[in-house]
């Protein structure tokens, strides 16, 4: 499997665009994170889903972002407008279920977000 | 809410020399306890989890213990090379929600000379 690909892996837009982050899980897996990593917060979880749809939002910071799963291999986070505070690299992960034994995360490369 | 405090970075060390990085956490219940590590340019990968205490993960010659008197998962390791360097991050399952849901540390960086 080629576990967890995003996509693009860098993105340089300006302030007010729309952005688009892409997201396609490891096959089979059931659950899908996004997270953010910033130097002054660390990592923080935004959304995940189960199952294509979404089960806790709450770490969405405002109404400018916007996250879908319209099936089982491809998810999107969407900023609109975007501001230079959401400068970061954003992670998507994915696992394959509940339980103890399936804790582990996997996580993607990433996606450099640069607002300018 | 559950969380999880690391030793803030950088720590630099000379090659072969014995590693502590310290977390702690708070949580209600009784998490599952991770290490991941994230290599420049690269998304973070598991490197050892304990699940319940007194439980000791390991792997690449790192360790840490699940220890629930003092709410602590240090990672160790006895002789670090250059290709550890990287940032690690520790982490719990939040058994409130999905249990799979990871609360991380903020990170904390490792360098290692030769």
């Known amino acids: 499997d080629a576990g967890v690909i995003q996509s693009p892996r860098h993105e340089v837009t300006e302030m007010g665009q729309e952005v688009t982050l892409r997201c396609k899980p490891i096959?089979?897996?059931?659950?899908l994170f996004w997270y953010r990593q910033t130097m002054m917060r660390g990592l923080e979880l935004l959304i995940y889903?189960?199952?294509?749809?979404?089960?806790?939002d709450s770490g969405m910071p405002e109404d400018r972002f916007s996250a879908k799963m319209p099936n089982a291999s491809f998810s999107t986070l969407k900023i609109q407008p975007s501001e230079p505070r959401d400068s970061a690299v954003y992670f998507c992960?994915?696992?394959?279920?509940?339980?103890?034994?399936?804790?582990?995360?996997?996580f993607g490369s990433g996606t450099q977000l640069s607002v300018l | 809410g559950d969380s999880v405090t690391q030793m803030e970075g950088p720590v630099t060390l000379s090659e072969e020399a014995f590693l502590t990085i310290n977390c702690t956490y708070t949580a209600t219940g009784y998490p599952s306890l991770f290490w991941y590590v994230q290599y420049p340019g690269e998304g973070l990968q598991l490197l050892l989890k304990a699940t319940k205490a007194d439980d000791k993960g390991s792997n690449k010659g790192f360790e840490a213990t699940y220890r629930k008197e003092t709410t602590s998962f240090h990672l160790e390791k006895g002789s670090v090379q250059v290709s550890d360097s990287a940032v690690y991050f520790c982490a719990l399952s939040d058994h409130g929600g999905a249990t799979n849901k990871l609360i991380f540390g903020t990170g904390t960086l490792l360098a290692v000379q030769p």
């Open positions: 889903f189960n199952n294509n749809v979404p089960i806790d």
């Open positions: 992960a994915s696992s394959l279920g509940q339980g103890i034994a399936n804790e582990k995360l996997f």
């Open positions: 096959s089979g897996h059931d659950y």
